[in-house]
């Protein structure tokens, strides 16, 4: 079996890729999914959270208001504070969880397999990548340039374009993942031709289970 990280900036397409990977019957331990699972109502992480930011981050149902904590943790004069206090309380039980499916699908998964691990932060998660023992054997990022990803994101995210610049200045800049990266999809390009660089990809990492892992 070979991990293979999953990234991407904000809005350049990962998602898209992760769905045609499924697709394609491969296995995928979505990371935003398990950050939504260690929050749901009733959870120690959401109690924790609680803990820290007050009741304000509750919806009237008693879910978490993403809307509430995207606004104090990516924005304001406290965000880097509040961001580390949220990855503080949610990484470890993401991690926790991730390992476990992967320690699951490993098992019972053919040996020229592959698990893809969808991390929107991958490169900043390394070091509890490691410690959890789910480190990736390789790395796809996908990117776009920043105006892509800016218009996306008012178009169909509902954002405007500060918060559309501001989620592109939390992350680490677009040059550093792809320094991290073993391969690099564009989606600056069609949608057939990114699927096509996924599928070359993929079966180019297959051809590789067992040697050092190469950039391309």
């Known amino acids: 079996m070979v991990r293979v990280g999953l990234t991407g900036g904000i809005a350049a397409g990962k998602s898209t890729i992760s769905a045609h990977c499924r697709q394609r019957g491969i296995r995928v331990i979505d990371y935003d999914q398990l950050a939504r699972d260690v929050t749901e109502p009733g959870s120690a992480g959401l109690s924790a ?14 879910s978490l208001n993403r809307k509430w904590m995207a606004e104090h943790v990516f924005a304001g004069d406290h965000a880097q ?18 390992r476990m499916l992967d320690r699951q699908w490993s098992s019972s998964s053919p040996q020229q397999s592959i698990i893809i691990h969808d991390i929107p932060l991958l490169v900043e998660s390394l070091p509890e990548l490691k410690k959890y023992n789910i480190a990736p054997d390789y790395v796809i990022t996908v990117e776009a340039d920043d105006q892509t990803r800016i218009n996306r994101m008012v178009q169909t995210r509902g954002m405007s374009r500060r918060q559309a610049e501001e989620r592109i200045q939390a992350q680490l800049p677009q040059k550093v993942r792809r ?27 297959r051809g590789r289970q067992g040697k050092c892992s190469v950039r391309e």
């Open 49 to 62: 959270l609680i803990g820290l930011f007050g009741n304000d981050i509750l919806l009237p149902d008693g």
């Open 179 to 205: 320094e991290c990266a073993d391969y690099c999809i564009s989606s600056d390009q069609p949608l057939d031709r990114m699927v096509a660089d996924c599928d070359r990809i993929l079966d180019s990492i």
């Open 81 to 98: 504070e509040n961001r580390h206090k949220l990855e503080s309380v949610i990484h470890p039980l993401i991690f926790q969880r991730a």
